[in-house]
């Protein structure tokens, strides 16, 4: 980086491509070359800074100037005030959600300011598509001395001092598994990556992939000189294709340097990667169906034990580990357990990266230390929710996805741990944490799930496969106005059949977002069948809008939004919902700035002023 | 197909007997009807049938005895139990047995052909695809690129979901023909080949439009309200998810999760991402692709 007066760095993460930072960059360099500024300015390709929302983002080093949502438009401006006049411009960076306060250097936006970046440490520093910037930072160090000087007992030793536990998921201590394979006597073994992050709403290992994708192909290589495989695989899903392209480049070139395949530096040890493209099905997530489908066989998981430890991929032992595991690996090996254990709790140590997304105002990608509260995570790093002043608030968090739970606002002071987590009723899961606010009918967010899981049943079980099908109809009758007294205690006990009967975790976890919503939001589910009312409007068959005539500006917002043109009224009067034209869409809920539309039962013809006394 | 397929429906009331053959006659499908278990299993004793469709709740041989007769006697026959979410204890017992699937009492005439036809479609996923299709034409220079492919895969193990990838992508879909060459090609059975084509979501078997547009129903897309923008190009376009434009200009295609849940509501159209989408701006980005050609 030594020549260049300045980096400048553009992201190109999916969400920064998609938002047309490939076309962004262009134009930065036709616009230095225009002003003979190319051999100055050195402008690099980074991966995901975890911000997406705001992007494309650009930053420029050494100064660490944070700008935002940068279009093709802007960049000769930019180029001329910062570049040839040395003035950084303010209207292109970051601006609290609250006040207008603008702020220029990374370090000190509190979406920034508060992670710890380990797994991370790369992320929009590095051009993942260059080898030697990997290695400038310390890369394959770590495999170098796991493959030359380390045997396989000392790995796992450091490993399972260090406490890390499986980022996919369940939180097995990885230092364990790797052990029980390592003892396996086979001709042959397999080292996996699971790269499939089916998780509906998080995006950390798609981030991992394509901000580093070094940092797992060295993971794995000690993984692989620990327990002794040769050959490996990465199963990556089929929606993110440039992280496959960058794993590609990054195993290309790694091999090239003879940093991986044979004879790695000369150590006599051999490791061949390749890469694996799911197709689409959620339960390939699973590990043994994962292998099924490496083998290219249908993606069905199977009974356990054996366990794929001792009998995984084409019946060997086989250890499978999730992108953001592996990715630890190499810092756990350079700096040691302990260093590893200095961040986090006694049983979940070290740092996670999560996916904050849904009613957040700072929706990205975050690593914090384990033992952070949730509050922390929503309120400082989030930047809460937004619409604050419209009324809007936290209500609950959904954690591990279709398998998790949600975690209500009563329960915002939780330590974000495996084991605290777990005692909610959700999982840690993979690290997706949905943001809900008080606009979001659980009963519908508990219906989302199931359609999730009645459609990435694999069928094998019936009770995966039928029970969850019965109760998505349940589900469904409570949110049309079917509901009958008795449907909640129904629910709860085809849950408890679902969670029994089913072989594998999709139908073990499926009942999870009912039961936790059930848990915590019981009164919700109640009003949906005694009163027949989505207090929230999203059910539509149980609402209907009114406007408070003591409180409407006529302001004429609600009126221009309505997709039915239900509403009438004169300018700066009260305006009027005509019932038998509106179509309960809510759109004039979430239109109007003064909190004047209420929410009723289905087919009430009472006085909508008494809905509010409640 | 449909008159090759024999059904047997067991219910102590006779009405509901003479309704599901009412409905399923019309479709096609050949019905009987028994008045309890021990009628069904006397029934069943005559002549095979393909599927059961029964009452849980029956005077004298109920159905989960009924049920557990079939499997061990007439394992090959497919059960379908009706029920309106009788005692728990049932349904779990039923679910234990290993039913295909259940028909919610009361049911409406679609309702029930929909989930025969499911039941059918199921039970066909583990038997060859003799889809009987009318050979569609492709050009011979595609042909010799498949099989091209296919040989370059042949000797490595797993390459099956590969080559499906692959082909997939030459010939835009994987109709019966296409699959019975890479079976021959990679000497996998048909059935296995069909099997692992239906099961994942990723391939299909139906030509797919000009311009793909892929709905992002993951969670954070959810939270932001993309089922209203799905509504509204569902509308708009007149068809429904899996499905194609009458001028074949477009497919409907849902995906859980791109991973750019930051951005959401997500929706790709091609290899372009759209974020933000919302019901106002959807047809217009849509409209947009309209005049452009078919994707590269
Ligand atoms: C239905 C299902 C889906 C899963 N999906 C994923 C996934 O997408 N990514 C992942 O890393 N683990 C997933 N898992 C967990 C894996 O089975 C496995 O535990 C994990 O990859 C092991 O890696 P770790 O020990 O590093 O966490 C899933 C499990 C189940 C039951
Ligand atoms: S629990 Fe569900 S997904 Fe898992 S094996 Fe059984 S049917 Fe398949
Ligand atoms: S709910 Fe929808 S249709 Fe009804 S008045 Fe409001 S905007 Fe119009
Ligand atoms: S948007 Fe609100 S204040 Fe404005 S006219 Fe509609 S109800 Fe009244
Ligand atoms: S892709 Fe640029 S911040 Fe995520
Ligand atoms: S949920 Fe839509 S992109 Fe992740």
Known sequence: MGRFRANLMVCAGSGCVATKSLKVKEAFEKELKKRGLENEIDVVLTGCNGFCAQGPIITVHPDEIFYEKIQVEDVPYLVEEHF????????????????????????????????????????????????????????????????????????????????????????????????????????????????????????MDRSIMEADPHAVIEGMIIGAKAIGASKGYIYVRAEYPLAVHRLQLAIDAATEAGL???????????????????AGAFVCGESTALMFSIEGRRGMPRLTPPRSTESGLWGKPTVLNNVE???????????????????????????????????????????????????????????????????????????????????PESLIDTPVTFEDIQKTGAIMGSGGMVFMDNTNCMVGMAKFFLEFTTDESCGKCPPCRVGTKIMLDKLNDLAEGRGKEGDIEILEELSYDIIE?????????????????????????????????????????????????????????????????????????????????????????DTCRFKSIIIGPADYKGDPMALLEE | MADDIKILVVDDEPV???????????????????SGGREAIIAMEQKPYDFVITDLKMPEVDGITLIKWI????????????????????????????????????????????????????????????????????????MAELDRMISSYRDKPGSLIPVLQRAQEIVGYLPPIVQKRISKGLNIPAAEVHGVVSFYSFFT??????????????????????????????????????????????????????GACGLAPVMVIDHDTHSAVTPKKVMQIIDEYRTVGAKA
């Not at chain 1, 980022?167 to 364990?176: D, I, Q, S």
């Not at chain 1, 004879?263 to 990667?273: C, Q, R």
């Not at chain 1, 408070?548 to 009067?573: D, F, L, Q, Y």
């Not at chain 2, 394992?75 to 204890?89: A, F, R």
Request: aromatic share 8%; charged share 25%; with cysteine.
């Open chain 1, 260 to 278: 991986l395949g044979k004879n790695i530096l000369d150590s006599g040890f051999d490791f061949d990667l390749e890469i694996y493209q799911g």
């Open chain 2, 16 to 34: 509901v007997i003479k309704s599901c053959k009412r409905i399923l006659e019309a479709e096609g499908y050949n019905i009987d009807g028994a």
């Open chain 1, 325 to 407: 595991t592996l990715a630890a690996i190499p810092q756990i090996i350079l700096n040691g357990a302990d260093w590893f254990k200095s961040l986090g709790t006694e049983k979940s140590t070290g740092t996670k990266v999560f996916s904050l997304t849904g009613a957040i105002n700072n929706t990205g990608l975050v690593e914090v230390p384990m033992g952070m509260t949730i509050r922390q995570i929503i309120y400082d790093i989030g930047g809460g929710v937004p619409g604050a002043r419209r009324g809007r608030k936290f209500k609950a968090v959904q954690m591990g996805g279709p398998s998790g739970g949600c975690i």
């Open chain 1, 84 to 203: 040839v006049k040395g003035r950084p411009v303010e209207k292109f960076m970051y601006k609290e959600p609250t006040g207008k306060l603008t702020i220029p250097s990374m370090h000190e936006i509190p979406f920034f300011k508060h992670q710890v970046l380990r797994v991370l440490r790369n992320k929009g520093i590095i051009d993942p598509e260059k080898i030697e910037d990997y290695i400038t930072r310390d890369g394959y160090l770590a495999s170098a001395k796991a493959v030359t000087e380390m045997t396989p007992r000392e790995i796992i030793e450091v490993v399972k001092d260090s406490g890390i536990r499986g980022r996919g998921g369940a939180g097995f201590p990885t230092g364990v598994k790797w052990e029980s394979c390592a003892r396996m006597v086979s001709d042959r073994k397999y080292m996996c990556c699971n790269g499939d992050e089916g998780d509906p709403g998080a995006f």
């Open chain 1, 501 to 589: 009967g089913s072989l594998c975790g999709l139908g073990q976890s499926a009942p999870n977002p009912v039961l936790t919503t059930i848990q915590y939001f019981r009164d919700e589910y109640e009003s949906h069948i005694k009163d027949k009312w989505c207090k929230v409007g999203v059910c539509r068959k149980l609402t209907t809008f009114f406007i408070n005539e003591k409180v409407c500006t006529g302001c004429g917002a609600c009126m221009r939004a309505c997709p039915s043109k239900a509403i009438i009224g004169e300018k700066k009067k009260p305006h009027r919902i005509i019932q038998e034209v509106c179509i309960q869409c809510r759109t004039c809920y």
């Open chain 2, 205 to 258: 078997m139906q030509p797919r439009g000009d311009h793909i547009i892929k709905v992002c129903l993951g969670t954070a897309c959810y939270v932001k309200g993309i089922d209203e923008v799905l509504d509204k190009i569902k509308e708009n376009l007149h068809i429904g998810v899996g499905e194609i434009t009458e001028d074949r200009k477009f497919s409907l295609e849902a995906v859980r999760c791109l």
């Open chain 2, 71 to 142: 499997k061990k006697s007439r394992p090959e026959t497919g059960v379908l139990i009706i029920t309106g979410y009788p005692s728990q204890e049932t349904i779990k017992d039923a679910l234990e047995l290993g039913i295909i699937d259940y028909v919610p009492k009361p049911f409406t005439p679609v309702v029930l052909m929909d989930v025969v036809a499911r039941a059918i479609e199921w039970k066909q996923k583990s038997v060859p695809a003799e889809a009987k299709k009318k050979e569609e034409e492709f050009p011979p220079s595609m």
